[in-house]
């Protein structure tokens, strides 16, 4: 049974840092594309970051870029994102997900979710 378990969520400050962590089981994770997306109230879920097989390329949204930073490590099973200078327009759920081939259509697994909250 696949598992994403993310953690790290919170509530920060504008201008402060978070770093989310998602932990995957029951996959071999280095055969996976891996990728953060989230979800604002009342919005769809958007596409933040994501990272390929080995950590050799990574795209970001145009929203992010500069300061969100997608990293892997799978030796951990574990693909992180740095998230820095937060915005209160970044609060939302951020979902993990997992896909062997890519992440733009709808990926084969996602986690359950972890909420960061940035105050104004």
């Known amino acids: 049974q696949v598992q994403l378990v993310e953690s790290g969520g919170g509530l920060v400050q504008a201008g402060g840092s978070l770093r989310l962590s998602c932990a995957a089981s029951g996959l071999t994770f280095r055969y996976y594309i891996m990728g953060w997306f989230r979800q604002a109230p009342g919005k769809e879920r958007t596409f933040v970051a994501g990272i390929t097989w080995s950590g050799g390329n990574t795209n970001y949204a145009d929203s992010v870029k500069g300061r969100f930073t997608i990293s892997r490590d799978n030796a951990k099973n574990t693909v992180y994102l740095q998230m820095n200078n937060l915005k209160p327009e970044d609060t939302a759920v951020y979902y993990c997900?997992?896909?062997?081939?890519?992440?733009?259509?709808?990926?084969?697994?996602w986690g359950q979710g972890t909420q960061v909250t940035v105050s104004s």
């Open positions: 997900a997992a896909d062997p081939k890519a992440l733009g259509g709808e990926p084969d697994y």
